[in-house]
């Protein structure tokens, strides 16, 4: 037989072989080889992080468990399983693995600063790795090749990287770091998971992260759909079990170099000393009956043995006295969600509660205050929705109407619908003349010639085609008018939404007739005050700097939230032309309210109640 047919049979009865009845943690002790660069180099020792013994074990072939999920604080050794995950597969379980990173730049940090000097350490590996050559293509930045199978390594922003590859092993590395949308494709966490749908039953899926904002973190998400385990370690005073959690850590006024762990049930004070008898002792306990598919671990640096109590009661104190850092020490030093009360979702029955019975509508009659009507407008391939928005002292603001003009908009009927709806005047309780709608902000970023042969048209009665752009720096309307096109055609104007948003949502919080208040009719329902509020604002950290950024829920459409943008991007476009809103809203006062045939003001009406049906409105 020659030795090309014996290695070929060879690979082909190792093909048909069953796993090697060994765990990842077992692999680990045996070969595993810690670089020089690490903080503890040589060989790997499970027992310095006991609590990630069963998480290896539920990563091997021999665990039924299909998808491991670990939300854990910084420092905890949790990244380190990954790679034994990886360094067992290459060894042991040859086959196609995917493993992805929040971007394309952060899979290349990965490759060079974790996985190459975890492959050159370890003898076991880098004799398996295909060595780079001219001619041979199995070992690259993004791609190692080894007997049996490959290891590709993709950035969660590449949508092309994440559904080129079917895999049986997946790692999903800092989730909570991945864009919302890959490319365009769609939740890369999905597109990733549907890359081991071949090898279903075989497969394993590990979900890994740091937390970020409740509500919003992906791996706090996973972790909820699991079996939730968390550590219990047995007091060293009176045995019973408890979850060493952060209130259980105490220290003396002004001392926190003295932290201690409290036991809960007797208060027994456990030293620095005594952690690794706690982590030698402790066991993982699901707390969540789970689908019997996934494991959820939790882990919190109050166990970690690379961070002291006095370390985290440092850093807690600091954080008190710069609330900025608050997050970073929830997230990465709890491994806990931040809940940020100024970012919290906004509840859609408190404003739903707010509506206002009109005692005539304001689309009729506009309320005594009101100086100034812009109107904002979506464009959609069937329909064109627009809110007009009534302005007054302080930007206090009336939402007097919400229409939707329907119609192909690539045809010019539902144009000419709008141009009735934005000619309109509004009535006033003052003795003025009727209100014209002052200024008109309409979304060009689809139908863009539609939007702007229509805006061009009527520069003159100041209606404006805009876009919408996110990002720090960028103001709610441009400081310098932009220049006119070639041909004398009217420039789309950039408007800055992330301003405009926060200070909406600021807004909405307010309950009282103050400055900014906005006032709603009884008219709208539920799912208009959901689009309104269907995106929130998150905190995050990158490189120890905030960057605030916008998430939007991808089941509730947002027409609503955009309309009232557009709407107030107007205004300030007005006051780039010069308004003045507090002097109009002192001129308008100043006019004598108009009566009724029967010497009433309008104020004076009787209110025309409505009554509700407990029966047609459940």
């Not at 899926?205 to 740091?210: K, N, P, V």
Request: aromatic share 8%; proline share 7%.
């Amino acid at each position: 037989m020659s030795a090309v047919v014996q290695a070929f049979d060879q690979a082909w009865r190792s093909g048909l072989a069953p796993d090697p009845a060994i765990s990842v943690g077992e692999w680990a002790n045996a070969y595993r080889m810690l670089p020089a660069s690490a903080a503890e180099p040589g060989r790997w020792r499970t027992s310095r992080t006991p609590y990630l013994a069963d998480i290896m074990d539920a990563l091997s072939p021999a665990s039924p468990v299909e998808r491991v999920v670990i939300m854990k604080s910084a420092q905890v050794g949790g990244s380190e399983a990954g790679l034994n995950f990886i360094g067992a597969i290459i060894h042991l379980w040859p086959g196609l693995t995917l493993h992805v990173s929040p971007t394309s730049e952060s899979a290349r940090r990965f490759v060079r600063s974790r996985l190459d000097p975890m492959l050159e350490a370890t003898p076991e590996l880098s004799s398996r790795i295909v060595t780079p050559g001219p001619r041979k293509s199995g070992n690259s930045t993004f791609l190692k090749s080894y007997p049996g199978g490959m290891l590709a390594m993709v950035g969660a922003n590449s949508g092309v990287g994440l559904r080129a590859t079917p895999a049986r092993f997946v790692i999903l590395d800092e989730i909570d770091g991945f864009p919302r949308d890959a490319g365009g494709e769609g939740d890369p966490v999905q597109l990733a998971v549907a890359r081991t749908a071949t090898f279903r039953g075989r497969r394993k899926i590990l979900l890994i992260s740091t937390p970020t904002i409740e509500g919003a973190s992906r791996i706090a998400s996973a972790y909820a759909e699991t079996d939730q385990r968390k550590l219990f370690c047995p007091c060293l005073s009176c045995d019973e079990s408890f979850t060493p959690q952060w209130e259980h850590v105490s220290w003396p006024e002004g001392k926190p170099g003295k932290a201690h762990l409290d036991c809960p049930v007797c208060g027994g004070i456990h030293e620095e000393r005594d952690k690794a008898k706690l982590l030698a002792g402790g066991h993982w306990r699901a707390t969540s009956p789970g689908d019997g598919r996934s494991a959820g671990f939790h882990i919190t640096g109050v166990i970690s043995p690379f961070v002291s109590w006095a370390e985290l009661a440092r850093d807690f104190i600091a954080a008190k006295a710069d609330t900025s850092r608050m997050q970073v020490f929830v997230n990465t030093g709890l491994g806990l969600t931040y809940e940020d009360t100024e970012t919290a979702p906004l509840a859609v029955d408190v404003l739903l509660a707010r509506a206002t019975e009109c005692e005539i509508p304001w689309a009729d009659l506009l309320p005594d205050g009101a100086a100034i009507i812009t109107c904002g407008a979506d464009v959609q391939q069937d329909r064109i929705e627009c809110e007009f928005v009534a302005w007054g002292a302080g930007e206090r603001s009336w939402s007097i109407a919400y229409d939707i003009c329907w119609g192909d908009t690539s045809q010019d009927a539902v144009w000419t619908a709008l141009d009735v709806l934005i000619a309109r005047r509004f009535r006033h309780p003052r003795a003025v003349p009727d209100l014209a709608v002052s200024a008109v902000a309409i979304d060009a970023g689809f139908r863009t010639d539609r939007v702007m042969g229509f805006a061009q048209s009527r520069a003159s009665r100041r209606v404006w085609a805009v876009k919408g752009r996110a990002g720090p720096g960028i103001k709610p309307w441009p400081s310098r008018p932009p220049k006119p096109r070639r041909g004398g055609v009217v420039p789309v104007h950039i408007v800055g939404v992330d301003p405009l948003k926060m200070t909406l949502m600021q807004r909405l919080r307010i309950t009282d007739a103050a400055p900014g208040y906005c006032a709603f009719p009884s008219d709208r329902d539920r799912s208009w005050f959901m689009q309104v509020t269907s995106e929130r604002l998150i905190r995050k950290y990158q490189a120890g700097r905030l960057r605030l950024e916008w998430l939007s829920d991808r089941q509730i459409r947002n027409e609503a939230l955009d309309c009232r943008i557009y709407a107030t991007a107007a205004l300030h476009g007005l006051y780039a032309l010069g308004l003045a809103l507090d002097v109009g809203v002192e001129k308008l006062t100043a006019a004598p309210l108009r009566t009724t045939p029967n010497n009433q003001t309008m104020e004076q009406r009787p209110v025309a109640r409505t009554i509700r049906s407990r029966w047609l409105e459940g």
